[in-house]
């Protein structure tokens, strides 16, 4: 459970895929490039999991989950504070770092609980569904009372309080 307390990619992720479309419309992006923008980050997002998966081993699981979190809250503001094409290439960086941690995750209850892998892999997943489920419903209440852009920084600075919960994270 502590893998979902601090997975920033729920409240960031939940962001990202969901509503991207929708934020970069209401800033005034064509419908059809706020679509595409979508498209950009979870392609990025297969290969940014793709690399850091083949890195993950020799890395750690720990210092996986720390970068691919403080590299997203860094290409998230740049996303947000930046314009013009620049954010195109920060969407690329978000994709690619903000999806890193489940696999991370995923590797580290795989190699901890090796007597009911099934079990502890079942209990992940789940929590990991059904928090993701309710932080996309409570980011929606919230970007309706006070508006996309304020939820989205919102959710970078939150990313940035699951810095402590990570070093409690085994290291090897």
Known sequence: MLCNVIHSDKLL??????????????????????????????????LGVLLMGMFSDRLGQRNVVLYGTLISVLFSMGFLLLQSWIRIVMLIGVGMSAFVANPAFLSMIQTRFTRNLSLANGIYMSSSFILRSIVVVLVGIMADRYGMRPVFVGSVLVALLSLPFIFMLPKK
């Open 13 to 46: 992720g939940a962001n990202v895929v969901n509503y991207l479309p929708t934020f970069l419309s209401s800033e005034g992006v064509a419908f059809a490039l706020a679509g595409a923008s979508l498209s950009v980050v979870e392609l990025s997002g297969t």
